[in-house]
């Protein structure tokens, strides 16, 4: 017999321990890190790179972050570095982090080389024509609450367009 829960559970919940157990494979004791990266870094920085992992140097204290970017953005982000060390250690609490490496490309695999840093914005899409306008104020005719007409005006638009 399966027993299921009388509660909801966030799905923050449900993912923590596997977000947790892969960031621990790539050196991140703090998934802070890899889940709150852009309040972390700052804007500008966060759209240019993304951590990839934290490796411990043989020789010498600290850790090292390995930063994924773009060919034409790794000088502007080499200048952000200093800056950069000093937010990602004010994240751990102390100085973990002693040097940031850039990278250009994923050191495993093929997959984790495609760099989308900044989400693109959608196009905008074009007005529909006159008589499609029309049409849609036709089938809305009827309806007297003018919010309710003018979102079924856009819905007759949207359907009829295509």
């Keep these: 017999m399966t027993r299921y829960r009388k509660t909801a559970r966030r799905v923050s919940t449900l993912v923590e321990r596997d977000v947790r157990r892969m960031g621990e494979k790539r050196g991140f004791s703090e998934t802070r890190l890899l889940t709150h990266w852009a309040e972390i870094a700052g804007a500008e920085a966060a759209s240019i790179c993304r951590p990839v992992k934290v490796g411990f140097p043989r020789n010498g204290f600290g850790a090292v972050l390995t930063v994924l970017t773009t060919g034409a953005q790794a000088p502007m982000l080499h200048m952000m570095l200093p800056g950069l060390r000093e937010k ?64 079924l005006e856009r819905l007759a638009a949207n359907i009829i367009s295509r």
């Design 88 to 151: 990602v250690n004010a994240c751990y609490g102390y100085a973990a982090i002693s040097r940031i490496d850039i990278t250009q490309t994923a050191p495993t695999g093929f997959s984790e080389g495609q760099v989308a840093f900044a989400s693109r914005k959608p196009a905008p899409r074009p007005d529909p024509a006159p008589e499609v306008v029309a049409r849609a104020r036709e089938t809305a005719d009827g309806v007297g609450d003018a919010d309710l007409r003018a979102s």
